[in-house]
């Protein structure tokens, strides 16, 4: 595949439109998300030493002390750096420039640096610029929707696994995203299992964390991919599976119905379907690892 070398990005001359339409979307996103006037982020309480990670997903990614970790899709950078506290060294990637010097800066100021490193690149190019292992790597919340292909996605997250290392993965459970919410009724719209060359377009023109302000490329394209396709295309990259957990709670408001609860690990809102409703799961998580004798 032709690639050209920009900087630190590496551009796929084939890179498909929806993957630049997506990416000037996000990059819009950063600043309003750094702002974070709703304190959907928790910016302030990150500068201020908090772990901003979701209970869940501190949880279950357990202890980071001694660690190498990759991020991936690290956004601008919070939940990397809240890793980077903890573990020994910290890779973030993302696609969005904004982002990445947004993760950069940030890491500056809260005297990082020396820990956590952050690559621009598009997800399944990351290999080409990160040729190291890593003891944990991880993605969460929002990921691969905004992949075309799980398959490609499960080689490239497994593909940083070193032997005897583990893979986080926690988001948005594909039978909850399938569904609608207008007028309050959960209604099922979107196909379980977007193909590749056919993505649901979105054009929204504000970002979710409950804030005005607008953006410009409100146009998206997005793919859910059932949980057996995330699940296999790590297992058929030789990866084991720990726990497959689904969850009744969800770390942002999916549904204008949902209630919100608190958090028992973080004191935080998190959310589920009313008390008296009947319940489903709304978010997934997974841990695999590689075996401790296997070759890469
Ligand atoms: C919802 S955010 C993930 C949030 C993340 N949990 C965090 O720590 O904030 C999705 C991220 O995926 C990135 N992204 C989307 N498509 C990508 C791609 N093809 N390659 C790399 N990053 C991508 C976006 O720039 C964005 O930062």
């Given at each position: 595949m032709p690639r050209t070398y920009s900087g630190d990005l590496v551009i796929d001359r084939l890179e498909p439109d929806y993957i630049r339409v997506n990416r000037a979307n996000w990059d819009e996103r950063v600043e309003i998300h750094l702002r974070d006037e709703m304190g959907f982020?928790?910016?302030?309480?990150?500068?201020?030493?908090?772990d901003v990670r979701p209970g869940v997903e501190k949880e279950e990614m357990g202890d980071l002390a001694g660690l190498d970790v990759l991020h991936l899709q690290c956004h601008f950078g919070l939940d990397t750096l809240s890793v980077a506290r903890q573990a020994r060294s910290v890779v973030g990637v993302d696609f969005s420039p904004k982002a990445i010097t947004a993760a950069r800066d940030l890491a500056k100021r809260?005297?990082?640096?020396?820990?956590?490193?952050f690559f621009l690149a598009e997800l399944c190019?990351?290999?080409t610029?990160?040729?190291?292992?890593f003891d944990l790597v991880f993605s969460t919340w929002g990921?691969?929707?905004?992949?075309?292909d799980i398959w490609a996605w499960g080689e490239v997250f497994s593909g940083f696994v070193?032997?005897?290392?583990?893979?986080?993965?926690?988001?948005?459970?594909p039978s909850a995203s399938i569904l609608d919410d207008t007028d309050d009724l959960l209604m099922p719209k979107y196909s379980w299992r977007t193909p590749a060359d056919c993505p649901d377009r979105f054009e929204e023109d504000t970002t979710y964390t409950g804030v005005d302000a607008r953006i410009e490329n409100y146009r998206t394209f997005e793919w859910l991919h059932p949980i057996?396709?995330?699940?296999?295309?790590?297992?058929?990259c030789g990866l084991q599976l720990e726990f497959l957990h689904e969850h009744e709670t969800i770390p942002w408001k999916m549904f204008q119905s949902l209630e919100e609860i608190v958090d028992p690990v973080t004191g935080k809102a998190h959310y589920r379907m009313p008390k008296g409703r009947v319940q489903?799961?709304?978010?997934?998580?997974?841990?695999?690892y590689r075996p401790k004798e296997s070759q890469l």
């Open positions: 982020y928790g910016v302030e309480a990150f500068l201020d030493g908090e809260i005297g990082l640096s020396d820990r956590a490193e190019t990351a290999p610029l990160i040729n190291r292992k990921a691969t929707i905004w992949l075309p070193k032997p005897g290392g583990r893979a986080y993965f926690a988001d948005a459970h057996s396709d995330h699940l296999n295309s790590l297992l058929r489903m799961p709304l978010a997934f998580s997974m841990m695999l």
